[in-house]
């Protein structure tokens, strides 16, 4: 996507990706799953314009593949392509309606273009972003993902887009009777939406203790800790997470974020943070621009303002309205 490398920053290995998919291109039809296997790399290492090129070119390939248009769709969101990404993942639902991803990734891709359109395109599309959610949710009632979606959406849309507290409140109920554990999360974001912080954080704290050898509970807690600027907490709760899943890049991100803060182990922390940026990340990890925005505030702990620079600007190369990044670069003498 344009990013613009500091001195001493890691490359992560597009061109190595781009060749497999040049390789690829010219494979016969049997191979289409190698060619959307490597449009995938391509995403989640951060290269979406790329990975769009890629999708794009097998979508013309194999028109009728969904899962090929769900990707695409998926890289145009990332690219800030939101009516393509809309019209990508309409062919994806088009194709297999009974899907309950391919909703639900629609309802997303309908959200993102709501919040980047004038009103009257907003406003339709903030009622499809209901309307798919709920469509995946009966499809896959169980599937708690699709009910958090939902669960946000009636959080934050006024009533005459179909939200409510009463709805939140009734997904709240059915996810607790689904998993007794993400109903403590649910209840947590009904509390946050209504900035009773006590409330949630208790909610999260009563999971944490209940389910102690679960890494999420750990995570979430650390995450909103975090979030309230108790690094100190944030820190202590990311590591026991991580002591029970390694693999987890989110609280492996929110380990380094607290380290930075609390100015401790500040190498280690830098070190985590560029591993993160090489990818791959997926939906439900970091994202890139947050990896790089904590990689830049890591460097000026560091006192290294140059490379600090280079990693704000990455971070804005992701997302040019992360306002984090942009106060955070224009502060640089």
Known sequence: MGVSWGAGEMKRPVLALLLVVAFCTGAPAAEKDVRLAAGVRLYESGAFRQAADALRQEAKDSPRDAEVRLWLGK??????????????????????????????????????????????????????????????????????????????????????????????????????????????????????????????????????????????????????????????????????????????????????????????????AAGDLKKLADGPLGWYDPSFEEVYCRLGENHLARGDKVAAKAAFQAALAYNPEYSRAREALDKIK
């Open 75 to 268: 890289a145009l969101l990332k690219s800030r392509d939101w009516k393509g990404a809309v019209a990508e993942i309409e062919k994806a639902v088009e194709l297999e309606p009974s899907n309950a991803q391919y909703h639900l990734w629609l309802g997303r891709a309908c959200g993102e273009r709501a919040s980047h359109s004038f009103v009257t395109t907003a406003y339709s599309m903030a009622k499809r972003v209901v309307k798919e959610f709920q469509a995946a949710s009966s499809l896959a009632p169980r599937d708690l993902d699709i009910r958090f979606d939902l669960l946000e959406y009636y959080l934050q849309a006024p009533g005459m887009l179909g939200g409510g507290k009463d709805k939140a409140e009734a997904e709240a109920r059915a996810i607790a009777s689904i998993s007794p554990q993400r109903g403590y999360s649910a209840r947590a974001a009904i509390y946050k939406s209504g900035k009773q912080w006590d409330k949630a954080k208790s909610e999260l704290s009563k999971a944490a203790a209940e389910f102690p050898q679960s890494a999420d509970a750990a995570t979430e807690l650390a995450d909103f800790l975090s979030g309230r600027r108790d690094y100190e907490g944030a820190l202590a709760w990311s590591r026991k997470a991580l002591a029970l899943d390694p693999q987890s890049k989110y609280a492996r991100f929110l380990a380094a974020a607290a380290a930075t803060e609390l100015r401790r182990d500040l190498d280690a």
